[in-house]
């Protein structure tokens, strides 16, 4: 009797990574979120492939129900003339059309959703935030809700590996913060692998 073919390509399905970080007018879900950016990288190496930053207008924000905290704004006064630009700063894009433009950014990268893990700094603040605004638009979350990692988890395993990694950039810009995360995350795992 011969052994069954499996024909449902489960042993081609790849997984692809993608670092997502948010800047906020709050911390929870249904936060305004300000800006959004994510990087794809390859998690044996490090290397930082596809990437995607759009600002956001924050009226556009408020329209579909999204919330700001007194205390986020306050904290926010107090950042660098540079990280504030991320949130009172030009070119920003309607909620709808920057969701929109990062779930074609994810299908980009790999058409079967399935196959995406979507990381944040946790993934109770970016992937959550960021799909209640999906939520909030009645869009799709373009992600499974099994797709998603936490790099604190995964970096305080070694915390001294994200303590010795050089920030590069403006902090709270997200597509800095994203390649920053990118690089002590690979590292981390990295030195995962020889143990």
């Known amino acids: 009797m011969s052994t069954p073919v499996l024909s449902n390509n489960f042993h081609e399905h790849k997984e692809r990574h993608i670092m997502l970080d948010l800047e906020t007018l709050g911390v929870t879900p249904g936060s305004v979120i300000c800006s959004l950016a994510a990087v794809e990288f390859d998690i044996q190496t490090g290397q930082t492939l596809k ?4 600002r956001i207008g924050i009226q556009s924000c408020l329209d579909s129900g999204l919330t700001v905290t007194g205390d986020t704004l306050t904290w926010w006064m107090q950042q660098s003339r540079a990280a504030r630009v991320e949130v009172y700063g030009d070119n920003r894009k309607p909620l709808r059309d920057v969701l929109n433009g990062f779930s074609n950014f994810l299908q980009s990268i790999d058409g079967d959703r399935r196959n995406l893990r979507i990381y944040g700094n946790s993934s109770d603040f970016d992937c959550s935030i ?8 009645k869009l799709p979350i373009p992600w499974m809700f099994y797709g998603t990692r936490c790099v604190r988890t995964i970096s305080s ?12 950039g403006t902090l709270h810009n997200p597509l800095d913060d994203c390649l920053h995360q990118v690089k002590y995350l690979c590292a981390t795992i990295k ?5």
């Open 191 to 195: 030195k995962l692998q020889t143990i």
């Open 51 to 54: 990437t995607f930053y759009e």
């Open 157 to 168: 395993l070694f915390p001294e590996i994200k303590k010795s990694t050089k920030f590069e």
């Open 130 to 137: 960021l799909a209640s605004a999906y939520q909030a638009m």
